[in-house]
């Protein structure tokens, strides 16, 4: 069971986008719940977005309800939203992308939903596409292998799963929140808000990566990677069961006491 004190760092990776960044800054500030930090970690843009993040947020800087980490070098997504878990000091995190926007009532929703499901780890909502469509439903493991149906923007998770199924996979370019989501919630089953609590912007006429990579590829990589793991654990795993260790070793299972 979780602590009752629920507080969030939200984390925003963002490279050259000066130009939208203020609008999702904007919608954070205007939550109905305000006990958060937003981590902005700049991956190295070459913009004005220094200049209009210490322009229009002095106040917001000052009292570090947002906290400003410039990279000298772009090193991509995943790096970057590393840099913000590690300096993450809230224990429940959130993610904003700079060209998304958060319904005001988001954090308040989280928060509650939180509170009446202590044992959770895992929460996610729906949200809704520049296009009209609303993405989200009831959660499904078999389904989210096959593809992602649960968009980063609107998935919470507690700060503990970090150190137990890691961070985001810097070999990855593409899929990356597919790949940390399917880890996480493998073993975690989360809770689905049935709420749209996020617009999420399709515009494709910038540089991303949905732009750049192939899709094809990326899933395949994704697959081999669980494949790998799978295998791996088939192998050998050690796993708690009521008050026993359960130690398999090339299918063969033997189980002794916690102690021993």
């Known amino acids: 069971m979780f602590s009752r004190s629920v507080k969030f760092s939200i984390i925003m990776a963002t490279y050259n986008r000066a130009f939208c960044i203020q609008n999702a800054i904007d919608s954070l500030l205007k939550q109905t719940y305000q ?10 843009s070459t913009d004005d977005t220094e200049k209009l ?17 410039k990279l000298k070098q772009n090193k991509g997504v995943c790096n970057a939203r ?7 000091y809230n224990n429940w ?16 929703t989280f928060q509650k939903t939180i509170i009446k499901n202590p044992k959770n780890t895992i929460f996610y909502s729906r949200l809704l ?10 959660f499904n493991y078999e389904q989210l292998q096959n593809a992602n149906f649960i968009d980063l923007g609107v998935f919470v998770h507690n700060k503990s799963l970090i150190l137990k199924y890691g961070k985001f996979d810097t070999n990855l370019k593409r899929l990356v929140d597919w790949d ?24 494709n006429n910038y540089a991303r990566i949905t732009n750049t990579e192939s899709l094809q590829d990326a899933k395949l990589i994704i ?8 295998f791996k654990q088939n192998i050998f795993s050690i796993k708690n069961e009521n008050n ?7 299918g063969a299972k033997v189980k002794f006491k916690r102690g021993v």
């Open 35 to 44: 006990d958060f930090e937003l981590i902005i970690v700049d991956d190295g």
């Open 180 to 203: 940390l989501i399917l880890r996480y919630t493998k073993k975690e089953k989360p809770i689905f808000i049935e709420k749209v609590l996020l617009k999420y912007s399709e515009d």
């Open 93 to 108: 995190i959130g993610y904003l992308d700079s060209d998304n926007e958060m319904l005001p009532d988001f954090l308040e």
């Open 129 to 138: 596409r520049t296009d009209g469509r609303i993405i989200g439903h009831p």
């Open 82 to 88: 590393n840099v913000g878990l590690k300096s993450a």
């Open 244 to 250: 026993h260790k359960v130690l398999r070793i090339l």
């Open 53 to 69: 993040i210490k322009e229009k947020y002095v106040k917001e800087l000052h009292t570090k309800k947002i906290v400003y980490k």
């Open 223 to 230: 697959d081999k990677k669980r494949a790998k793991e799978e």
